[in-house]
T-cell receptor, first 114, second 108 residues
């Protein structure tokens, strides 16, 4: 158990809908990262938050947004869902987002869009 | 992944040693992580290198050459449970960048 908690673990929803994925980082970690992993694909970086502020952004679609709250949990919002958004979404956390600090991954949220 | 090259697949025998190579772009480099990922599960941390040289951790060792943009993960005394995907991930631009990973199959 990495200490990073993600909910829900599984989610099935229809095209056009909106979902919210939630992540609680490890105790004491200020940085939260979101990654997308489609079937047989590598992990694609979406976004990084540090202590409530956006620090880095990857190839995140405009239909996707994220935020980190004062209690440090983070949410990834996916809207106008398409079939191609079906993937495993991972949240990861580290102490401060600085190189050298181990980044721990949660178990992921499986999203299936039908 | 972003110019991260690893072999797609490797096969090895239980009890043997295997070396998984990785090359990456050196610009903005701030260390390199190796993760293990079983299908459908979370990546789990194996090792971190920021200086040149070898880091040893039990059955797993990782090597880094910053000037060459090269790393390898060495797995000794292979066990069946080591069958998984191994991900080389340089830390660049404030984030981990992953390649496609190397799918390792350990045979009896």
């Amino acid at each position: 158990d990495s200490g990073v908690t993600q909910t829900p673990k599984h989610l099935i929803t229809a095209t056009g809908q909106r979902v919210t994925l939630r992540c609680s980082p490890r105790s004491g970690d200020l940085s939260v990262y979101w990654y997308q992993q489609s079937l047989d694909q590598g992990l694609q970086f979406l976004i990084h938050y540090y202590n409530g502020e956006e620090r880095a952004k990857g190839n995140i679609l405009e239909r996707f947004s994220a935020q980190q709250f004062p209690d440090l949990h983070s949410e990834l919002n996916l809207s106008s869902l398409e079939l191609g958004d079906s993937a495993l979404y991972f949240c990861a956390s580290s102490v401060d987002g600085v190189a050298g600090n181990t980044i721990y991954f949660g178990e992921g949220s499986w999203l299936t869009v039908v | 992944g972003q110019n991260i090259d690893q072999p797609t697949e490797m096969t090895a025998t239980e009890g043997a040693i295997v070396q998984i190579n990785c090359t990456y772009q050196t610009s903005g480099f701030n260390g390199l992580f190796w993760y293990q990922q079983h299908a459908g599960e979370a990546p789990t941390f194996l090792s971190y290198n920021v200086l040149d040289g070898l880091e040893e951790k039990g059955r797993f060792s990782s090597f880094l050459s910053r000037s060459k943009g090269y790393s390898y993960l060495l797995l000794k005394e292979l066990q069946m449970k080591d069958s998984a995907s191994y991900l080389c991930a340089p830390f660049q631009g404030g984030k981990l960048i992953f390649g496609q990973g190397t799918e390792l199959s350990v045979k009896p």
